[in-house]
């Protein structure tokens, strides 16, 4: 039970934006992904989740190969991806937002649980709430769905560090209940801080991986890592 990389090549244009990427995350287990921009790192997690193809390669889902199916299919066999921007309904109640996702109530309770913030919010529309009240409802509504993987990309974006703060101990819940989480963050020092496993891309290719520890032990090698 895992989701594999395997020696995984994105190609956009005319040459490779990721080459030869191999990880494994395990239900449970944190992996973050860091470097700098233009690294390739949204491109990564687009391959995973079928919103590009990858060139090259191998992509499994507990034991099935996924590459070849498209982002529903994938979606389905349980990766579910929280790309940048906040992508939320404007219009819509923060209920309505969630209730697109699932109507279980078991579940709908559980995100509640993780999103307080949200319960006396429930019947305004979106468009009214803080970024940091939207991000709850992205997240909150890619929960709904019941992920084994959960992909999110460049949580932080636009949020003051104390909201993200608030949202990294959710992170931490969701894998205590066996989810597998891959984040690709900016901060990099908080996301490093809740992980089990940690990247490094630069130029395309992975130049650290490793324990997370390592990173924040060394913030020469980190800043080492990012310039490749």
């Known amino acids: 039970m895992s989701l594999k990389l395997e020696d995984v090549t994105v190609k956009r244009g005319i040459g490779p934006v990721i080459s030869g990427v191999s ?20 491109s990564l997690l687009e391959a995973v989740s079928g919103l590009v193809r990858s060139y090259s390669g191998r992509i499994e889902v507990d034991g099935k190969e996924i590459s ?6 994938r979606s389905r066999a349980g990766i579910v991806h929280v ?3 906040r ?9 309505e937002n969630l209730e697109l ?7 709908f ?7 307080p913030e949200l319960e006396k919010r429930m019947s305004s529309a979106t468009a009214l709430l803080s970024g940091g009240e939207q991000q709850m409802v992205v997240l ?29 101990p959710v992170l931490q819940h969701v894998a ?43 913030e020469s090698r980190l800043q080492s890592a990012y310039m490749g």
């Open 68 to 73: 070849k199916l498209n982002r529903r299919q």
């Open 140 to 168: 909150g509504r890619a929960l709904m769905t019941q992920p084994k993987y959960l992909l999110i990309d460049e949580m932080s974006l636009g949020l003051a560090p104390v909201v993200f703060m608030r949202l990294l």
């Open 101 to 107: 996702a699932s109507r279980d109530t078991d579940t």
């Open 176 to 218: 205590d209940t066996g989810v597998g989480v891959v984040l690709v963050e900016q901060f990099a020092h908080l996301a490093l801080g809740i992980s089990q496993d940690a990247l490094v891309v630069s130029n395309g290719k992975v130049s650290y991986h490793g324990a997370p520890s390592v990173l924040l032990e060394d």
């Open 109 to 115: 309770t559980r995100v509640l649980g993780y999103f």
């Open 83 to 85: 790309q940048q921007g």
């Open 23 to 42: 990880f494994t995350v395990e239900p449970g287990q944190i992996t973050t992904i860091v470097g700098p921009n233009g690294a390739g790192k949204t």
């Open 87 to 95: 992508a939320i309904f404007p219009s819509l109640t923060v209920r």
